[in-house]
């Protein structure tokens, strides 16, 4: 590489929960940098979950074990060896990781039916944390894809 690799950016933590996790997860959420509505939207999605899941887990534990529920450990990159395409499965950063469970969870929720974003995302949390829903089912998908070329993980890079 010719430039220095740039710098990790610090994210500051959400003001109402105080975690970083939340203030990435927002950050994903936001569209054309209106921040303080998709802060909005995700804490009226945690009060939808809180008022519909009736547990004895706060709403914020909900939702990092949804999180957790979808994040992928494995996915395929394409490898050109020898003129052949190979789809080699290869294990994912955390940092990745987390981008990627969040990234599907927001995507997911924006493809449901429903009246308001807060009420999609309130779902595809309760779906996720219940190992269902869409973003359940592309976590599967990347897994179920990497197990059958297992045979090209020796080509990993």
């Given at each position: 590489m010719r430039?220095?690799?740039?710098k990790k950016r610090v994210i500051l933590p959400d003001p109402v929960y105080g975690e970083v996790m939340v203030a990435k997860f927002v950050n994903?959420?936001?569209?054309?940098?209106k921040k303080n509505t998709s802060y909005s939207v995700f804490y009226t999605a945690l009060e939808i979950v809180t008022n519909k899941m009736k547990s004895e887990q706060?709403?914020?534990?909900?939702?990092?074990?949804?999180?957790?529920?979808?994040?992928?450990?494995?996915?395929?990159?394409?490898?050109?060896?020898?003129?052949?395409?190979?789809?080699?499965?290869?294990?994912?950063?955390?940092?990745?990781?987390?981008?990627?469970?969040?990234?599907?969870m927001i995507l997911f929720a924006r493809k449901r039916g429903g009246h308001s974003m807060a009420e999609k995302l309130a779902a595809e949390i309760m779906d996720a944390f219940n190992n269902q829903g869409g973003a359940f089912k592309r976590k599967e998908d990347m897994h179920r894809m990497a197990e059958a070329n297992r045979a090209f993980a020796h080509f990993r890079f």
């Open positions: 430039k220095a690799k740039p994903h959420l936001m569209l054309d940098g706060p709403a914020l534990e909900i939702w990092k074990q949804a999180l957790s529920n979808i994040t992928p450990l494995v996915e395929v990159k394409s490898k050109r060896i020898g003129g052949a395409t190979f789809q080699v499965p290869t294990e994912i950063r955390a940092d990745r990781k987390e981008s990627i469970s969040m990234k599907n």
